[in-house]
């Protein structure tokens, strides 16, 4: 299976300086140079964290986007700020040698990305919100989402036969839903499970993804089934609705005819 640092990853904004958009990255950071232009660094007690002041212009450009290992927890930290992370922890979730994570949490965290404390014998790393880029980074984190999202239902379509699709749970905010994505009409099962793997390492988390046939959907649409009316009625966002697009074209045949 392929891994997320494996990919071109056009579509995930923390691969951008190993692929195709490493000149992006070079001016985007480029434009914080007068915020980085400064001669040594520091050390310093926070609270219960340790945050280490970075004030090296180049070595700050040079080293923020260095590994696929560092990429990976860029992507893991900004996307969830405020969590707490353990080592052993992170090297589970983004697939890395135990060696390679501890060398980048170091180097990230001498950076100021991350600060640390120690609890119940364990360390643990959270985002810096106090770190200089954080507030850009947080935001191409969030549009690099989208990018990838839209990837993700572009791969789905070519499964097969899609009437429609709805996002919900993680992708709209809300954690521990009992699905994710909701699917209807024909899909080849075991390619879908291919491709949700391999998005599931992108996304650093699993999808919970509910697969229908169009004759069960509306099944369970007129039955008022309470699983399927609680995917429609929260927060969602609908990607493919051939259903309206028929009934739409339906009504537009049907007033064209009384009036002819």
Do not use: H
Not at 207 to 230: A, G, H, Q, V
């Amino acid at each position: 299976m392929n891994k997320i640092g494996d990919i071109p990853l056009a579509y995930t904004l923390l691969l951008l300086n190993i692929f195709a958009f490493f000149a992006s990255w070079e001016g985007i950071l480029a434009s914080f140079t007068s915020m980085l232009y400064m001669n040594c660094g520091k050390t310093y007690n926070k609270g219960n964290f340790m945050v280490t002041k970075i004030t090296d212009r180049k070595s700050m450009l040079e080293q923020l986007f260095g590994s696929r290992t560092r990429v990976k927890l860029l992507r893991l930290f900004l996307s969830e700020p405020d969590k707490l992370y353990f080592v052993r922890e992170i090297t589970r979730v983004i697939d890395e040698r135990i060696n390679s994570v501890r060398r980048e949490l170091k180097n990230m965290e001498d950076m100021g990305l991350l600060v640390s404390r120690d609890k119940d014998q364990k360390k643990f790393y959270q985002a810096n919100s106090n770190f200089v880029l954080f507030p850009e980074l947080k935001s191409l984190i969030l549009k690099a989402q989208v990018i990838l999202e839209d990837k993700l239902v572009s791969d789905i379509k070519a499964l097969g036969n899609i009437q429609y699709m709805v996002l919900t749970g993680f992708f709209v905010g809300i954690q521990d839903n009992s699905t994710d994505i909701l699917l209807v009409g024909k899909i080849n099962r075991e390619k879908l499970t291919r491709l949700m793997n391999k998005f599931e390492k992108f996304f650093n988390r699993d999808i919970n993804y509910t697969m229908m046939t169009t004759k069960e959907y509306k099944y369970r649409r007129d039955l008022t089934d309470r699983f399927l009316y609680d995917i429609l009625e929260n927060k969602n966002i609908v990607m493919i609705d051939k259903f309206s697009e028929i009934q739409k074209k339906d009504i537009e045949e049907k007033e064209n005819k009384e009036t002819e």
